[in-house]
Each structure stands twice: as structure tokens, then as C-alpha cells.
């Protein structure tokens, strides 16, 4: 199996100057664990986790003020569709992380996460027929 397999292709695209309380209501809507940072001013790409906004409210900060730019992972490691599932689970368990932004073209195309994976390896159990 494929990144293109497991991937979401629901990508949620911010800019950096979104708070974090402003990112964390447009996760929540779209039902996703994290959003693309997109910086016009430096062409780049960066990733806003579910986990660094629980970790900058676990520091006290204010999530109204707080914006994604200062808490945007920019050294983003990035997937093709045509990496295995292998391929994408060994790069996330080497980098300690559990989401990689998938690219075609150097164009965001979707995410996947290590949850994404694990429903491709381990799909949910079928109900017994009647």
C-alpha cells in the first residue's frame, strides 16, 4: 500500500498569522489533527499540530494571542502518494512525529498520519452477517 492509499485529502491550509484558538476551531471543523501553514512571504511550507497548541495551552499561553507562526513545525518532513506506507511509518517514527504533508508537484496534495496507517494495516472489523 500507498502514502496515496491512507492519506487524507482533506488539507487545511492556514496562514501564519492565525492564532492558535482561530487554527484549533478550523481542525476541529474539518475533523483533523492538523493544518499546512502556508507563508507567503517565504514561499514555505510548515505544519500546526494538534499537539503544539496543547503544548503552548500547557504553557500558559493565550491561544487568542498565540499565533501559528511562532508555533509552525517549518522543517516539515514531506511524503509523495508514491511512498510506501513502510517508507512513511519509518520517517515518522525516526522523526518522532506523526503526521507528514503529502506533495505532488510542490503542491500540497494531502496529509497523512501515523492514525491514517494504522486503519490501512489494521481495518476496522466487519459486523458477522445475519
Known sequence: MHVRDAMSSVVLTIGPA???RQAARLMSARRVGSAI???P?????????E????NSLGAGQDPDHETAHAH???DAVFATPGWTLEEAA????R?????LIVLEADA???????????RCWSPAPQPAPA
Open 108 to 118: 500540497p496534495v494531502g496529509v497523512v498520519s501515523v492514525r491514517d496507517i494504522i
Open 95 to 99: 522523526g518522532g512525529f506523526r503526521h
Open 51 to 54: 499537539r503544539d497548541i496543547l
Open 18 to 20: 492565525h492564532t492558535l
Open 41 to 49: 512571504d517565504t514561499s514555505g511550507l510548515g505544519i500546526l499540530t
Open 37 to 39: 501553514v502556508l507563508d
Open 72 to 74: 509552525t513545525t517549518a
Open 90 to 93: 519509518h520517517t515518522m517514527s
